[in-house]
């Protein structure tokens, strides 16, 4: 089964921090992405990576950015923090074979920035 | 552009209950995927089926079915006979094809089965 694992289930920043979320998956997957759920909005992709070192902004990259140094492991960052990052960040991975392989999901990290 | 647009913010059922979840997209491409999540309270979302755009042969799973149709745009989700432990949040998602697996999510759908 594939995992993906996300460093932080709760996390609380200040508003100006740098915070740094991190997520690993074991599956050799070459897609990487990191979402923010809110209610009533739904997953909006923040950003992904379809290989190390290579990224793509999503829907809503301001405010972050990421880092992909390893395969398996992909970073999310917010540069300096404010308050309507408050969320919750799902991280996931994929295969890429053109066809759309589901993404698998990590639990999640509800950040609340104060 | 790609939209997908749950209508039903929140369905509440009583158990055994069937329930229908609604899910109706946008898209211009000709080859695309079509997913359904689902969120339970742990927040770790769980993948439930991958349909592709040639493929509208509904599909049932157990106590879950799939109607997808094109005509209309809608790739709706039916549980039968619910159960407490569906109690979650499902989403809908579209797909293209080659575009690194990108999704675009709906809102979600928020099912409350009770006793």
């Known amino acids: 089964d594939v995992k993906v694992t996300q460093s932080s289930r709760y996390l609380v920043k200040r508003t100006g921090e740098k915070v740094f979320l991190e997520c690993v998956q074991d599956?050799?997957?070459?897609?990487m992405f990191w979402y923010r759920q809110d209610p009533g909005l739904g997953l909006r992709l923040i950003y992904f990576s379809y290989d190390v070192k290579m990224k793509e902004k999503g829907d809503i990259p301001e405010g972050y950015s990421v880092s992909r140094e390893k395969k398996e492991r992909f970073s999310l960052i917010l540069e300096s923090a404010s308050t309507n990052q408050t969320s919750m960040y799902l991280c996931a991975s994929s295969h890429p074979d053109g066809r759309n392989q589901p993404q698998h999901f990590g639990d999640g990290t509800r950040l609340s920035i104060l | 552009a790609q939209k997908v647009t749950q209508a039903q913010t929140e369905i509440s059922v009583v158990e055994k209950e069937d329930v229908t979840l609604d899910c109706v997209y946008e898209t211009r491409d000709t080859t695309y995927y079509l997913f359904w999540y689902k969120q339970p309270p742990s927040g770790e979302l769980v993948f439930l089926i991958r349909r592709n755009s040639f493929d509208e042969q509904n599909e049932i799973s157990g106590r879950y079915s799939w109607n997808f149709q094109k005509s209309t745009s809608s790739f709706n989700f039916t549980i039968t006979a619910s159960q407490v432990v569906d109690s979650a949040v499902y989403f809908c998602?579209?797909?293209?094809?080659?575009?690194?697996?990108?999704?675009?999510f709906g809102t979600g759908t928020q099912l409350k089965v009770e006793l």
């Open positions: 599956m050799d997957h070459e897609n």
């Open positions: 998602a579209l797909g293209r094809a080659g575009g690194g697996n990108k999704l675009t």
